[in-house]
């Protein structure tokens, strides 16, 4: 089943070129990056690449899911609230897939709470509901 947006508060525009190694840039010019293979993939590893994009774009994006969730529930997130994200790609049967590994902190927070919040998190984050049942997500508070 596809989850269609009722109504889209906002669209990101990126023109990228000549793949893995090419370039990326948004359409208001705030991202323009060389793009590179990495070296365990067999290239020069002279740029930023896709997984790496990804991890930032999926990990600042739940800690704003985790922001909403506190508000909702009245609670304060600290501030030095950081995500670790790896995203590793390999093959699969069809060809290459990706695995999502979020490594969150929560100074000061309780475990279980911050367990409970994460969870709740996981619910509403766009990129959560994106990749549900399509790549392994792995959440870890730590």
Known sequence: MVNKIEKVIYTAHA??????????????????????????MGGPGAGVNPEQLFASGYSACFIGAMKF??????????????????????QIPQGFGIEVA???????????????LVAKAHEVCPYSNATRGNIEVTITVV
Do not use: N, W
Not at 69 to 83: F, N, R
Not at 103 to 113: N, Y
């Open 102 to 116: 979020l490594e969150v902190s929560i100074p000061g927070m309780d475990k279980a709470a911050a367990e409970a």
């Open 69 to 90: 969730v506190a508000g909702t529930q009245k609670i304060a997130l600290p501030a030095d609230t950081s995500i670790k994200a790896a995203v590793g790609i390999g």
């Open 15 to 40: 023109t990228s070129t000549g793949g893995r190694d090419g370039t990326t840039r948004t359409s208001d010019g705030l991202l323009d990056l060389k793009l590179a293979v990495p070296k365990e």
